[in-house]
């Protein structure tokens, strides 16, 4: 059973940081955490991933195995999920247009929708979408952290979250940290979006704790050589059936 | 309503040291920048302790201003440019007890030290 806080977007020298999987994963261990990913984009490099889990898993960790597509036309996606789908525990888009938002919002081997500084407006069309399709939608704390105007990125934050909940689409909340003085412990964490935000303490725990593992769980489900589709799965093999002889007769 | 203490103490992690007035001027900077000067008037928020060997520390406020001091706590990224970070690592509700479990903090700095 999974237990304990996740941060799923971190982002290490391969991906625009500043320090590497050990200084992140130390870190991580010493302040709560559980559950770690490190942002890797557009590609999966499997030696990377095996080198980051061999990392994380010395600091006591777990290790998520992520990958960031950045969509920008719908042939390009398709053609990253048929690539990358079985070989990660979670797929995240970034759309860059409004048209990537919805397939975003739809397809199903999509596990969570960023929405960064270069994707389209959050919108409530796109909300009801995500809702239905039960798509989680990450939000990265270090976007206020490291804002030196904070009110436009408190007002979108505000407005994203408060359509997002609106339409029952789940929330992840991460550091988005691309060094490690953008890392924060949990419950610090939870305060920031509670004050700023407006959100329930319990909310903000969930949106760390609950959330992230449900996703985690469904992808891993979506892994699985017997899963078929959401609520089809195989789950036992039978000898081949024969029919008897007076069925056939019947038959023909 | 009485107002009751709440003690927090907090670990700072950055590549330079602080005094202890610069971080507590960090603190109030932000809560004030944040929540604004009602809330820092009310908040009671106090530095009552720091140790910039071990950049442990003690913060005390009202405790229904509590998770604003530690959100304010969190939201301070920088010291005159430099990066920082604050994480909130235990919340008392005596002075004697946060002064202790700083001291313990301090006997295992090996630990915490980043």
Not at chain 1, 110 to 128: E, N, V, W
Request: glycine fraction near 6%; charged fraction near 30%.
């Amino acid at each position: 059973m999974l237990k304990g806080f996740a941060d799923l977007q971190i982002y290490t020298l391969e991906s625009g940081g500043k320090n590497t999987a050990d200084e992140y994963a130390y870190l991580l261990s010493l302040l709560g955490f559980r559950y770690v990913s490190f942002v890797c984009f557009n590609r999966v490099i499997e030696n990377r991933f095996k080198e980051y889990r061999r990392r994380v898993e010395d600091y006591g960790l777990e290790y998520i195995s992520r990958v960031d597509l950045e969509i920008k036309s719908l042939s390009q996606a398709k053609g990253f999920l048929r690539k990358y789908r079985k070989s990660v525990d979670l797929v995240v888009a970034r759309p860059r247009n409004i048209n990537a938002a919805r397939f975003s919002a739809r397809d199903g081997r999509i596990d969570m929708i960023f929405f960064d500084g270069r994707s389209p407006k959050f919108d409530t069309i796109q909300a009801k979408l995500m809702g239905v399709n039960n798509k989680v939608l990450e939000i990265a704390i270090s976007e206020i952290l490291t804002a030196e105007k904070r009110v436009p990125v408190i007002r979108k934050l505000n407005r994203t979250l408060t359509i997002a909940l609106k339409y029952d689409v789940k929330i992840v909340l991460s550091s988005g940290a691309h060094n490690i003085y953008e890392i924060r412990t949990p419950r610090d964490m939870v305060s920031i979006i509670k004050t700023l935000l407006n959100i329930e303490y319990e909310s903000g725990l969930e949106m760390m704790r609950e959330n992230p593992f449900s996703v985690i769980l469904r992808s891993r489900e979506k892994r699985n050589k017997e899963f078929i589709m959401p609520g089809l799965k195989v789950i036992g093999k039978a000898k081949p059936y024969e029919a008897e002889k007076k069925i056939l007769d019947f038959l023909s | 309503m009485k107002l009751r203490k709440r003690y927090l103490i907090f670990l700072v992690n950055s590549p330079m040291t602080f005094s202890s007035s610069e971080v507590e001027e960090a603190i109030k900077r932000e809560l004030e920048r944040c929540f604004g000067e009602r809330c820092l008037a009310l908040s009671g928020i106090e530095l009552i302790s720091y140790d910039e060997r071990t950049g442990i520390g003690v913060l005390r406020c009202y405790h229904a201003y509590l998770e604003y001091a530690r959100a304010a706590l969190a939201l301070v990224s920088d010291i005159k440019g430099t990066p920082i970070a604050l994480y909130t690592l235990k919340v008392t509700g005596t002075k004697k007890k946060a002064i202790r479990i700083m001291h313990s903090l301090n006997l295992n700095k090996g630990l915490i030290k980043l």
